[in-house]
Every structure is written in C-alpha cells, then in structure tokens.
C-alpha cells in the first residue's frame, strides 16, 4: 500500500519516487501514532532502538542491507537518531539513541557495501545548544560523513 498524499493538506501535488521497500528507517525511538500508522500501512521496513538494544548494531545493519538488496543507496542521516549526549545541537532531543559507536558505524557499514551513492545529514543545528554542544555535535556529524566515504579505524 501507498501512502495517500492527497490526503494530506498542501500535499496533494507530491509523487511518490521511492517505493516502501526501498525505505529503511534505523532508530526510530520517539514516533507519532500517524508516523507508526505509515510505516505500518506502507510496510516501510524500520528498526527501533528496541531492536538495536535485542540484536546489536551489527545485525539490524545487515537485516537493512538485505532489505535494500544490491540498488545504489542514499542514505539520509538524521543526527537525531543520536542520543543526545552525544549530538545535543538537533531539533529533536530524546535520549535512548544510537550512542557514538552505533553512529559511527551505520555510516560505516553503508560505506563499505560501495553502494553509497549520496548522502545527506540533516537536523545539525548548532543554535539550539550551547557551544560546547553545538561542537560536540557538528563534530560527530563531520565523523559520520567522513565515515560514510571510508574513513575507518584501519
């Protein structure tokens, strides 16, 4: 099933480009009921926190990999997935997150099926925190990106 764009005020010109099984969603923690309803309806594949915690980093990467077979990847990065201990400077503040490694290595992971084909970071805004938080965040952002185009340990 699809999502009815039409049925959402000041949408109804939207085309749908991607189907729900090109769609993975990694870390969701602090989702509406309409959000859940979505992904439920559109059978958009998503691993929670819960799953993270159950599985291990590791696996949910693998499960989403296979999920999204052998097609290129974009692969757009919301820095609030991250607990905010570590990436405090977002619109969305909710603790229970990737912590810094899990961050680092989603980005990792993607880099090393040499299928990233763009990539985006989104909701780094250094004005919602002090300046220590706003450089503890825009760093980490700076790591994903960079681990995203294969800077690794080795």
């Not at 090109?22 to 870390?27: D, P, S």
């Not at 040499?114 to 805004?125: K, P």
């Not at 503890?136 to 690794?152: F, N, P």
Request: with cysteine; charged share 25%; glycine share 10%.
């Amino acid at each position: 099933p699809q999502l009815n764009q039409s049925s959402l005020p000041g949408l109804e010109w939207l085309t749908p480009r991607l189907e729900p099984d090109q769609i993975v969603y990694i870390g969701l923690r602090d989702i509406d009921r309409h959000e859940r309803a979505i992904i439920r309806d559109t059978g958009v594949k998503a691993f929670t926190m819960h799953d993270i915690d159950r599985h291990g980093i590791g696996l949910v990467m693998e499960k989403a990999l296979e999920v999204l077979g052998d097609r290129p990847i974009h692969m757009s990065y919301d820095i609030d997935a991250v607990d905010p201990d570590h990436a405090p400077a977002t619109g969305t503040v909710v603790r229970g997150g990737l912590n810094y490694r899990e961050a680092l290595f989603v980005a990792e992971r993607v880099w090393m099926t040499g299928r990233l084909g763009s990539l985006d970071m989104v909701e780094v805004n250094p004005s919602l925190s002090d300046d220590p938080g706003a450089l503890t965040t825009a760093d980490l952002a700076l790591k994903i990106i960079g681990a995203a185009m294969g800077s690794c340990i080795l």
